[in-house]
């Protein structure tokens, strides 16, 4: 795992960026030294550069070290992330005649690049982001990952050249790019609590979607172009019964935890005794002679799962060591982190256990395998169930939906206003239900919390959109609709982005081998039934992992990892989120009307029990941890 940046200067003798480029190139390795803190380099042509930060995992001698140059020197290549199927790929390459110097999966990726350009990208197993400069010509070529694993920000300069890395921050801190408030960026945080691709937060700058490439030039560049399809359904799709369905991914989930075990470095398991994690160790156990798994403990039995992840560990025979992640408040060190490395404003809560625990992680491997997208791929949220009900409701008569809401909200108690809620989100736009128990602030209330000249041009369209874009509305079953759209918003913007910032801010990698390519197919062939039905999902994973690990472990209701915030915030979040909300230097004051500000800062300082169907606790704290981190960014990066 990697960092990596760039820059392609304008032609015109003028641009700034071109006197400074060794030194701007400098910068970028500094700043992305987290990423790579075990070699770093750069490599340059007169109008052009490329730096990168090295995670030795394959090949640790200087072979493997980067940017790499093809034998003519005519090509560089900066690499960020794994390909597991490089022996395979090598293997072939050899045949046509090609000779390696090193081992790493990087020259393997460089020299398919170089015969078959961009053509090669569908070809690779793995995650990644990555550049490849024609020195040529100082045209570079940039792509990402199927599932979005990896980032890549990209900026176009004042100048008319382009800039890129994989973090945001660097980007911010050369001359030329415009980092004034990009107001879809903004809406779209707002509404979900992160910025989706290809948005961000600033206006000069935007990600590489997922699964595209694009190629830049001075002054100009290509449209962004896919290499590989979105998440969807597939026809035909397979058939079979759930068991025997489950023995067929059987086969192909074992190869790629096989394939992902795949290292010059100490490799663990991340073991939270849940079903993704247990089947991803059970199958582990069968490819690697000694197997380390890793748990996390809680003192509050509410998050700790160390009895499921020792039976797990038991059942397949691994060293099994049990990490106890730390509950003392957030400090400010730890609120900087946060900020610093996601670039874009993150709300998501959970970003602080990830962080804590890849800190434990670090200090035992180098990798660590994952049980991530489990839930997105094989339809595992119990949302969807609610979502079910949902538009079970919405075929009632708009009053009487209207009239049953207004009568549950005013009889008042959590349980009832969680069934108002209900009502209220079946009365929404078909798309929108699918977001309807995760938006945080929906257009209509942006409207009236923001100034006019912060609202997005489109205004509720903004959402809306998105939403359709994404697949809100792909199938006439809302909840399939809804399972593909997870795979198209939260998996890559929100899962990974949280997991990619906070392992790499400690130079920790995370492998997750449910997202490789023939598990992905294979999940997109399965009829929904055989992924969620009634209040049940992940039924085929549920059943190769009932085969695998006690089936007691696998029927536990599920949990989800997070840090209690109210309660570890401590004084450093409460001081940040009073600046945020109450102070006259805030700068959120820019941003939002100074009266709703203020009533927004009373409502989210309340305890009280609320009636309004869209208020909880928990959407509460999503709310206030998101205008900190938002006002923090602002502080740090301007408004």
């Given at each position: 795992?990697?960092?990596?940046?760039?820059?392609?200067?304008?032609?015109?003798?003028?641009?700034?960026?071109?006197?400074?480029?060794?030194?701007?190139?400098?910068?970028?390795?500094?700043?992305?030294?987290?990423?790579?803190?075990?070699?770093?380099?750069?490599?340059?042509?007169?109008?052009?550069?490329?730096?990168?930060?090295?995670?030795?995992?394959?090949?640790?001698?200087?072979?493997?070290?980067?940017?790499?140059?093809?034998?003519d020197r005519r090509y560089v290549l900066a690499f960020n992330g794994e390909v597991y199927n490089f022996r395979r790929l090598r293997e072939e390459l050899e045949a046509a005649g090609e000779r390696f110097a090193g081992n790493s999966d990087t020259e393997v990726v460089l020299r398919l690049l170089v015969r078959e350009g961009d053509a090669a990208l569908a070809r690779f197993e793995g995650m990644?982001?990555?550049?490849?400069?024609?020195?040529?010509?100082?045209?570079?070529?940039?792509?990402?990952?199927?599932?979005?694993?990896?980032?890549?920000?990209?900026?176009?300069?004042?100048?008319?050249?382009?800039?890129?890395?994989?973090?945001?921050?660097?980007?911010?801190?050369?001359?030329?790019?415009?980092?004034?408030?990009?107001?879809?960026?903004?809406?779209?945080?707002?509404?979900?609590?992160?910025?989706?691709?290809?948005?961000?937060?600033?206006?000069?700058?935007?990600?590489?979607?997922?699964?595209?490439?694009?190629?830049?030039?001075?002054?100009?560049?290509?449209?962004?172009?896919?290499?590989?399809?979105?998440?969807?359904?597939?026809?035909?799709?397979?058939?079979?019964?759930?068991?025997?369905?489950?023995?067929?991914?059987?086969?192909?989930?074992?190869?790629?935890?096989?394939?992902?075990?795949?290292?010059?470095?100490?490799?663990?398991?991340?073991?939270?005794?849940?079903?993704?994690?247990?089947?991803?160790?059970?199958?582990?156990?069968?490819?690697?002679?000694?197997?380390?798994?890793?748990?996390?403990?809680?003192?509050?039995?509410?998050?700790?799962?160390?009895?499921?992840?020792?039976?797990?560990?038991?059942?397949?025979?691994?060293?099994?060591?049990?990490?106890?992640?730390?509950?003392?408040?957030?400090?400010?060190?730890?609120?900087?982190?946060?900020?610093?490395?996601?670039?874009?404003?993150?709300?998501?809560?959970?970003?602080?256990?990830?962080?804590?625990?890849?800190?434990?992680?670090?200090?035992?491997?180098?990798?660590?395998?994952?049980?991530?997208?489990?839930?997105?791929?094989?339809?595992?949220?119990?949302?969807?169930?609610?979502?079910?009900?949902?538009?079970?409701?919405?075929?009632?008569?708009?009053?009487?939906?209207?009239?049953?809401?207004?009568?549950?909200?005013?009889?008042?108690?959590?349980?009832?206003?969680?069934?108002?809620?209900?009502?209220?989100?079946?009365?929404?736009?078909?798309?929108?239900?699918?977001?309807?128990?995760?938006?945080?602030?929906?257009?209509?209330?942006?409207?009236?919390?923001?100034?006019?000249?912060?609202?997005?041009?489109?205004?509720?369209?903004?959402?809306?959109?998105?939403?359709?874009?994404?697949?809100?509305?792909?199938?006439?079953?809302?909840?399939?609709?809804?399972?593909?759209?997870?795979?198209?918003?939260?998996?890559?913007?929100?899962?990974?982005?949280?997991?990619?910032?906070?392992?790499?801010?400690?130079?920790?990698?995370?492998?997750?081998?449910?997202?490789?390519?023939?598990?992905?197919?294979?999940?997109?062939?399965?009829?929904?039934?055989?992924?969620?039905?009634?209040?049940?999902?992940?039924?085929?994973?549920?059943?190769?992992?009932?085969?695998?690990?006690?089936?007691?472990?696998?029927?536990?209701?599920?949990?989800?990892?997070?840090?209690?915030?109210?309660?570890?915030?401590?004084?450093?979040?409460?001081?940040?989120?009073?600046f945020a909300l109450e102070s006259r230097e805030s700068p959120l004051r820019n941003l939002f009307r100074a009266e709703a500000l203020a009533a927004l800062a009373a409502e989210l300082r309340s305890r009280r029990p609320s009636r309004d169907p869209e208020d909880s606790p928990y959407r509460r704290t999503q709310r206030r941890w998101l205008l900190t981190v938002l006002a923090r960014s602002l502080?740090?990066?301007?408004?």
């Amino acid at each position: 795992m990697c960092g990596i940046a760039g820059i392609i200067c304008s032609r015109a003798s003028a641009d700034p960026l071109r006197a400074g480029l060794d030194a701007h190139l400098q910068n970028f390795v500094e700043r992305l030294r987290h990423r790579g803190p075990d070699a770093s380099g750069t490599a340059r042509t007169e109008g052009a550069g490329l730096a990168h930060t090295r995670l030795a995992i394959l090949d640790l001698s200087p072979t493997g070290s980067q940017p790499m140059w093809s034998p003519d020197r005519r090509y560089v290549l900066a690499f960020n992330g794994e390909v597991y199927n490089f022996r395979r790929l090598r293997e072939e390459l050899e045949a046509a005649g090609e000779r390696f110097a090193g081992n790493s999966d990087t020259e393997v990726v460089l020299r398919l690049l170089v015969r078959e350009g961009d053509a090669a990208l569908a070809r690779f197993e793995g995650m990644f982001a990555l550049a490849l400069l024609d020195t040529r010509t100082d045209a570079v070529l940039l792509a990402r990952d199927r599932a979005g694993q990896k980032p890549l920000y990209l900026a176009r300069t004042s100048g008319g050249g382009w800039a890129f890395a994989s973090e945001l921050a660097p980007l911010l801190e050369l001359p030329g790019i415009d980092a004034g408030i990009d107001r879809e960026g903004l809406s779209h945080l707002l509404s979900f609590g992160f910025v989706p691709a290809p948005f961000s937060l600033r206006r000069g700058i935007r990600q590489l979607r997922p699964g595209t490439f694009v190629r830049l030039l001075a002054g100009s560049s290509d449209r962004e172009k896919p290499y590989v399809s979105e998440p969807g359904p597939v026809a035909p799709a397979l058939e079979g019964d759930v068991e025997s369905l489950s023995r067929s991914l059987e086969d192909t989930l074992s190869a790629s935890v096989r394939d992902h075990l795949v290292a010059d470095v100490p490799v663990g398991v991340l073991l939270s005794g849940g079903v993704d994690s247990s089947t991803i160790a059970a199958l582990a156990a069968r490819h690697a002679g000694r197997l380390e798994t890793f748990s996390v403990v809680h003192r509050d039995p509410l998050y700790d799962e160390r009895e499921a992840a020792r039976a797990v560990a038991e059942a397949i025979g691994s060293e099994h060591r049990e990490l106890e992640i730390s509950d003392e408040p957030l400090s400010e060190v730890e609120l900087e982190t946060l900020v610093d490395h996601h670039g874009d404003p993150f709300a998501d809560t959970s970003s602080l256990a990830v962080l804590r625990l890849s800190r434990e992680m670090r200090r035992h491997v180098t990798v660590a395998l994952s049980g991530d997208g489990g839930d997105e791929v094989f339809a595992g949220y119990p949302r969807f169930a609610q979502l079910r009900l949902v538009s079970a409701l919405a075929r009632l008569p708009a009053p009487a939906l209207g009239a049953a809401r207004e009568l549950l909200r005013r009889t008042g108690g959590e349980r009832l206003r969680r069934a108002a809620r209900a009502f209220h989100a079946a009365g929404m736009p078909r798309a929108r239900r699918t977001v309807a128990f995760t938006t945080l602030f929906w257009p209509e209330e942006q409207a009236r919390l923001l100034r006019p000249e912060w609202q997005a041009p489109t205004g509720p369209r903004a959402l809306d959109d998105l939403l359709a874009e994404r697949g809100a509305e792909i199938e006439r079953d809302p909840v399939a609709s809804a399972h593909w759209l997870e795979q198209r918003l939260i998996l890559p913007d929100d899962m990974l982005t949280k997991v990619d910032r906070m392992s790499m801010a400690v130079s920790l990698e995370v492998r997750p081998p449910l997202l490789a390519n023939g598990v992905l197919d294979f999940a997109a062939r399965l009829p929904l039934a055989a992924k969620h039905s009634g209040a049940t999902g992940k039924r085929v994973l549920r059943s190769l992992a009932r085969r695998l690990v006690p089936p007691w472990v696998v029927d536990r209701p599920k949990r989800g990892f997070a840090v209690p915030l109210e309660q570890l915030g401590g004084r450093v979040y409460e001081e940040a989120a009073r600046f945020a909300l109450e102070s006259r230097e805030s700068p959120l004051r820019n941003l939002f009307r100074a009266e709703a500000l203020a009533a927004l800062a009373a409502e989210l300082r309340s305890r009280r029990p609320s009636r309004d169907p869209e208020d909880s606790p928990y959407r509460r704290t999503q709310r206030r941890w998101l205008l900190t981190v938002l006002a923090r960014s602002l502080q740090r990066y301007g408004c």
